[in-house]
């Protein structure tokens, strides 16, 4: 579909693995953001990446958490040394540009760290 | 410090009736205010939105209103349907987007 997408789906590792999560934002879109929701909680801002700007880190909950986006496209968030409190919902939006423009958002991946 | 805040977690409300959900915020500089809706296993869909030079925007059913002096915003449906039964965001920018916790409505046929 044209929507933005994201893989895996879910996502069961055991504490101290590393994993990484794949975003694949709409065509064109400018703009890619990560977020992640935890059990109970709000979408946390993680980062956020602009055209060729250099990204905006100041979500990123620890230096185990890094994220990079290749070719102005697809983005990977990557969590080094898992935790259980990593467990969450980790979900990528994408938008035509930033600040005011709405932003569409994949289905999540589901991150169980045991 | 949470510069969003929905400080009510769940609401319930009868099919055909007004829902009304509340969003405090305390940064001044949010000039755009955004309600998003989440279904279960699913990623937040765009709702309805409104500039900080507006009180009011009205869509359907969908109504936000926004008190710069109280620094507060709501969103109303009217009528409520139980489709509607999702979890609701408010978020503000004023570059990037700041999300509150949500709440959970419920509408009950």
């Known amino acids: 579909g044209a929507g933005v997408s994201q893989s895996p789906s879910n996502k069961v590792t055991e504490k101290g693995k590393d994993v990484e999560l794949r975003c694949d934002p709409i065509?064109?879109?400018?703009?890619l953001y990560w977020y992640r929701q935890s059990l109970g909680q709000g979408l946390e801002f993680l980062i956020y990446?602009?055209?060729?700007?250099?990204?905006?880190k100041s979500g990123l909950p620890s230096d185990r958490f890094s994220a990079e986006r290749t070719g102005g496209s697809v983005s990977t968030l990557t969590i080094q040394r898992t935790q259980q409190e990593d467990s969450a919902v980790y979900l990528c939006?994408?938008?035509?540009?930033?600040?005011?423009?709405?932003?569409?958002f994949g289905p999540g991946t589901r991150l169980l760290v045991l | 410090d949470q510069q969003v805040k929905q400080n009510s977690p769940s609401l319930s409300v009868q099919e055909g009736r007004i829902s009304i959900l509340n969003c405090d915020y305390t940064?001044?500089?949010?000039?755009?205010f955004l309600w998003y809706k989440k279904y279960p296993a699913e990623g937040p869909t765009f709702l309805i939105s409104?500039?900080?030079?507006?009180d009011k925007n009205e869509d359907g059913r969908f109504t936000v209103f926004l008190n710069k002096s109280a620094k507060h915003l709501s969103l109303h449906i009217v009528p409520s349907q139980p489709g509607d039964s999702a979890v609701y965001f408010c978020?503000?920018?004023?570059?990037?987007?700041?999300f509150g916790q949500g709440t959970t409505l419920q509408v009950k046929p």
């Open positions: 939006a994408s938008s035509f540009n930033s600040g005011m423009e709405t932003q569409y």
């Open positions: 065509s064109g879109h400018t703009a």
């Open positions: 990446f602009q055209g060729n700007s250099a990204p905006d």
């Open positions: 940064n001044s500089m949010f000039d755009y």
């Open positions: 409104i500039s900080s030079i507006k």
């Open positions: 978020a503000a920018t004023g570059g990037k987007l700041i």
